[in-house]
């Protein structure tokens, strides 16, 4: 049996069992709460390890290897500000979330419970927000597609556009079927697959090289820049401006809809802090552990790898270190980062198309039958556009993820934050904060030189921010019962 036959059963194994746990879901699917919520009934391990494994994606045995292979040490910026944002995005949101979305209307959406939560009859700060959504997943769900593609086209030697169809196809097939279940419970087993292989090829690596002192030996031959937290590979300081962009990357955990989709569906407030201990320690694990796949690789690769190529550097680490079985069960767990992130970003997308748009604009007394197979039929739609965006094998996981990441912080982490904590916030100042967050990432995006080199989020984050409370304070105080409401799920949150 040659070692292509062996990887392809071990990935042949593994999507089974996805679709398997799909089919098993989709019994269980009975409505659209269901389909988007789960019917609000995961648990504190669920519930975190979804939260995490969708959140890091392709990225974190991509993107970040790549980041850490090429930079060195100046990724431990990136990490830090994403393991802070994954504490303070539990800490901050998850209980209050949690509650307010089912006080707000038993609102399924971020952008149903923005419509509730301020009671805006008028549908445009739930359309608006839709729409933010649907056009910054497009690039997030791509990024996933092209990480899928440079996995087959690396491992098999297919065409790059057909390993990227066949990775669409596997997250379609087990995400329309069972949903928010479905793509919980594959999850679960993808994060801890991750966890466990992220844990297991640093040390492999650096074991086989002679230790970590023989790691940073090879780091310094390579470029002793590597070595130092404060310059970059290419001997240039690392400015405030960078650090602060590294660092910048953690205000986006406030803002993504598919990892707070998990704390609305969390079962119970009393369950979150549990969660959120296993949520950070895996995220600690996981982000350790590509970091120092991509430091290990310096020494342990032959071929130096540069561009777009420094992103396939834990999949070639691994092809090198292991035998076929060991190597195929690594290589599921880069799909399973795919995958993980890929269904929950389709999910939700659907989820804005359906309850934000369809449902709001157009059939307003449509049942949850029908809006759960519109769902479905919007899952395969969002995932051919994503298909399309993915066809360059040249782009980089991590700029898409990059863009994807701070669209979404910057115009729904201020609302968010504000939304649960600020009782004085109003529907204006909700809509102001989301357009004006969303339309600086846009904006910043395209312009470069002196501050536009500072990633956007960190802009867009702040000037968010300051045009919710502006507009807030000029607007009129808010209805009494939008008041009490905030009161009541205040009580909520902080009894014992």
């Not at 090879?218 to 660092?247: E, K, R, Y």
Request: aromatic share 12%; proline share 3%.
């Amino acid at each position: 049996m040659t070692d292509g036959t062996l990887i392809g059963i071990t990935f042949f194994v593994y999507l089974a069992a996805m679709f398997v746990t799909g089919w098993y879901a989709f019994r269980r699917t009975r409505d659209l709460a269901d389909f988007i919520l789960g019917g609000r009934r995961i648990g504190s391990w669920v519930a975190a390890l979804s939260a995490g494994a969708s959140d890091m994606s392709g990225w974190l045995l991509l993107g970040l290897p790549g980041y850490a292979y090429a930079s060195g040490f100046e990724s431990f910026w990136l990490a830090l500000g994403l393991l802070a944002g994954t504490y303070l995005n539990w800490r901050i949101l998850a209980a209050r979330l949690r509650v307010y979305s089912e006080t707000a209307a038993n609102a399924l959406t971020l952008p149903a419970f923005f419509a509730h939560r301020f009671r805006d009859r008028s549908g445009l700060l739930q359309i608006t927000s839709a729409l933010f959504i649907l056009a910054f997943f497009l690039f997030y769900t791509s990024s996933g597609l092209v990480a899928s593609g440079k996995l087959f086209a690396t491992v098999f030697g297919i065409p790059y556009v057909w390993a990227v169809g066949a990775g669409a196809l596997a997250v379609i097939l087990y995400t329309t079927a069972g949903g928010f279940l479905a793509v919980s419970w594959t999850d679960l087993v993808q994060a801890l697959l991750m966890a466990a292989v992220l844990a297991m090829v640093p040390v492999m690596s650096i074991t086989a090289q002679g230790g970590l002192d023989a790691m940073l030996i090879s780091m310094q031959q390579t470029n002793p820049q590597l070595l130092d937290l404060w310059s970059s590979a290419d001997s240039a300081s690392t400015t405030v401006l960078g650090i602060v962009s590294l660092l910048g990357w953690g205000l986006g955990y406030f803002g993504q809809p598919h990892i707070l989709a998990r704390f609305a569906a969390i079962e119970s407030v009393e369950r979150v802090p549990k969660a959120r201990r296993i949520g950070v320690a895996w995220a600690a694990i996981g982000l350790t552990g590509a970091m120092f796949a991509g430091f290990s690789a310096l020494g342990y690769l032959a071929t130096p790898l540069t561009g777009a190529d420094t992103e396939k550097v834990f999949i070639l680490l691994v092809s090198s270190l292991f035998n076929p079985l060991v190597a195929g069960i690594c290589l599921a767990a880069i799909l399973a980062a795919i995958m993980s992130t890929a269904d929950s970003q389709l999910l939700v997308a659907s989820s804005a198309l359906t309850e934000d748009l369809y449902k709001v604009l157009f059939r307003k007394q449509a049942s949850p039958q029908e809006l759960m197979g519109i769902g479905r039929v919007t899952v395969v739609l969002i995932a051919v556009l994503a298909f399309l965006l993915a066809l360059d094998p040249e782009r980089m996981v991590l700029d898409l993820v990059a863009y994807a990441w701070a669209g979404f912080g910057a115009a729904f982490g201020p609302a968010l934050i504000l939304s649960l904590h600020w009782k004085r916030m109003t529907a204006k100042g909700a809509l102001a904060g989301i357009l004006s967050g969303g339309l600086t990432v846009a904006v910043w995006k395209e312009l470069q030189g002196g501050v536009f080199d500072l990633y956007e989020i960190v802009p867009g984050f702040g000037i968010s921010f300051v045009f919710i409370l502006i507009v807030s304070l000029l607007d009129k105080a808010p209805d009494p019962e939008i008041s009490r409401e905030f009161a009541n799920v205040n009580l909520q949150v902080e009894k014992p």
